[in-house]
């Protein structure tokens, strides 16, 4: 799956990093995925990152053919 988002407006100061975080289905809770690291450089200036869906599917996220993806990006 691949996760992009329009970066803020700065205010004359960089954005740095990004918090990426994925709703996991069965216990509500959000986690951030190794695979879109928001501190990561070259994730930063492109403001796109890719996650599996083998890691869509594992714990924590546990989810299924046609549900949902809820996803939280911060700078």
Do not use: H
Not at 14 to 28: G, R, S, W
Not at 29 to 55: E, N, Q
Request: glycine share 6%; charged share 15%.
């Amino acid at each position: 799956m691949q996760i992009s988002w329009t970066g803020p407006d700065a205010n004359g100061l960089a954005v740095t990093a990004y918090e990426i975080v994925i709703l996991a289905k069965d216990i509500n809770l959000w986690f951030a995925t190794s695979t879109c690291d928001g501190s990561d450089g070259t994730i930063v200036s492109a403001k796109t990152c890719a996650v599996p869906m083998t890691t869509l599917r594992s714990a924590p996220y546990a989810l299924v053919l046609n549900d949902e993806v809820k996803v939280k990006v911060r700078a």
